[in-house]
Each structure stands twice: as structure tokens, then as C-alpha cells.
């Protein structure tokens, strides 16, 4: 086995996961996708990158900016493109998919118009340090991608098994009416979780122009598509799912570079998900819809 496409794969898996985790805590919650998740994952990757260039700042306060813009960002998604269209006679069970949609094209576009269509690297102070590990190589930069990536994930699970309001997070995913008659303040969990997964997209697009010293307005439709096809391998609104169908979509890009088949990277994974959902329609962790009795 070659261990160094295993680390390469692991700290691309794990980027993966952090942005299938932001669809999956809309999905759980308000059983919808949230289609503008990748444009607010690559305006947080610009954000991080004007804050390390522009202003010269170090990768920690990158990551703060990121994280408030982010933030703001799923608050006016929650309250102007979602809130009115929840629970509204009349309204089709489309409409929220297609007011993400228009959000997705308006931060795209304003992308293009600030930053321009153009590729911009992503410049990393620490860039060239690495450690030798046997005949493993692991860069500084895979390091740090992958502890942040870990330790993300980790306090996002203990947050919702352990506190108070991550128990109110799943009431609410359970049952929006049942949570609110128990004293679930359920328009503020809500927000709540919109605000953390455009967070945890902002963190994912400032590791990906690190990762892949690379950031452009169209890098949200590209990871936003491998993101919506992770939730659905793992399982719809399935927390674990949707960590481990991004590792497992991370090693298989790897691995069909390695193997030789870089130019067909995207479709073996795509068709390697596609081959699993015909074996496993519910994906990994999902479970089967009950069967209709006649």
C-alpha cells in the first residue's frame, strides 16, 4: 500500500467531510439542500485569502474573518431566502430549493465582480515544511488541514450528543412540531444551524486554498456537487455519513491518481458512489423508508 496517497487522501477526505457536514445539518433539520452552501463555502475561502494577502494577516485571524463572514452570510440566508417560505400556505416544497439556488448565482456573481474570474493562489507561510516519516512525507500544511478537519468534526459530534443545545438540534430534527410543543425554541435552532454549517463551509474553503493553493468563484460548484453526492452516500442528514463518505471520497480521487487515471479522477468516484446507492439506495448509514402496507 502507498502510504503517502493514503495521508493525501485523508486530508482531502477530511476537507470533504467538513463541507457534507454543513448540507447535512440543513438537510436534518429543514429537509432541504442547500444549494447555496458551496458559494458560501468559496467566499470563505476569499475572505481567507484577502485577509493573508491584502492585509497580511497570519492564518489564524484568516480563519476569525472567514468564520464572522460566514456566519453573517448563513444568518441573511436563514432570514431572507428560507424564513418566508417556511411554513407558508400555499408555498411549494421546491421553493426553498430554488431561493438557495438564486443565493448560490447572486454570491457567485458578486464573487466574480470583486474578485474576478481568475485563479488566485493561496500563499501558506509554512508551505515548504515537512516531516519524513519512514517513507511517508507529510507537509506542515496536510498536518494542519487535517487536525483542523478532525478536531472539527469531533466537537461537532460531542456538541450535539453532550450539550443542551445540540439536544434541542436533534429534537428539532426529529420533529419540528413535537419539539416546539416540548419548549424547543425551534426558529432559533434554526438559525442556529444554518449559521454553523455556512460556518463549517467558510473553515473547509479556506482549507481547500490551502490545500490546493488555489482559490476561484467557480471552486463552490465543483466542491458544492462532491459535497451533495457525500450526503447521499453517507446517508441523507446522517452525521457519520457524512464523515466517512468524504474520507471514502477523498482516498478514491487520490487513488485513481496514483493508479494512473487522473483525467478520469471525478468520474470513477462518481461512479463508484453511483455503483454503492445501487447496492445501498439509503446510502451507508441511512436507513430504508418503511415499506407501505397494502
Do not use: C
Request: proline share 3%; no cysteine.
Amino acid at each position: 500500500m502507498n502510504w503517502q496517497q493514503v495521508i493525501n487522501g485523508l486530508t482531502i477526505g477530511s476537507i470533504y467531510s467538513i463541507v457534507a457536514l454543513g448540507y447535512t445539518l440543513v438537510f436534518g433539520v429543514l429537509q432541504i439542500l442547500n444549494m447555496a452552501h458551496g458559494e458560501i463555502f468559496m467566499m470563505g475561502a476569499f475572505i481567507g485569502l484577502m485577509m493573508v494577502v491584502k492585509f497580511q494577516a497570519p492564518l489564524p485571524v484568516a480563519f476569525l474573518a472567514a468564520v464572522l463572514v460566514t456566519a453573517i452570510l448563513g444568518y441573511l440566508l436563514e432570514r431572507f431566502a428560507l424564513r418566508p417560505l417556511r411554513g407558508k400556505a400555499g408555498v411549494s416544497h421546491l421553493a426553498p430549493l430554488i431561493s438557495t439556488i438564486g443565493v448560490s448565482i447572486f454570491l457567485e456573481n458578486l464573487a466574480h465582480h470583486w474578485f474576478g474570474a481568475e485563479t488566485h493562489p493561496f500563499p501558506v507561510s509554512f508551505a515548504t515544511i515537512s516531516y519524513q516519516i519512514g517513507g511517508v512525507k507529510i507537509s506542515l500544511v496536510q498536518l494542519t488541514i487535517f487536525i483542523i478537519s478532525i478536531t472539527l468534526m469531533v466537537g461537532l459530534s460531542l456538541w450535539l450528543s453532550r450539550t443542551k443545545a445540540g439536544t434541542a438540534l436533534r429534537a428539532t430534527a426529529e420533529n419540528i412540531e413535537t419539539a416546539s410543543l416540548l419548549g424547543v425554541n425551534t426558529q432559533k435552532i434554526i438559525t442556529l444551524t444554518v449559521v454553523i454549517a455556512s460556518v463549517m463551509g467558510g473553515i473547509a474553503g479556506v482549507l481547500v486554498g490551502m490545500a490546493f493553493n488555489a482559490v476561484s468563484p467557480q471552486m463552490g460548484l465543483e466542491i458544492g456537487l462532491k459535497g451533495l453526492a457525500i450526503i447521499i452516500l453517507g446517508g441523507m442528514g446522517n452525521i457519520k455519513g457524512a464523515m466517512v463518505g468524504g474520507l471514502i471520497l477523498g482516498m478514491t480521487e487520490v487513488m485513481s491518481v496514483a493508479f494512473g487515471y487522473s483525467g478520469y479522477r471525478d468520474a470513477i468516484a462518481f461512479l463508484m458512489i453511483i455503483v454503492i446507492l445501487l447496492i445501498r439506495p439509503q446510502g451507508l448509514f441511512g436507513q430504508s423508508a418503511p415499506q407501505v402496507r397494502k
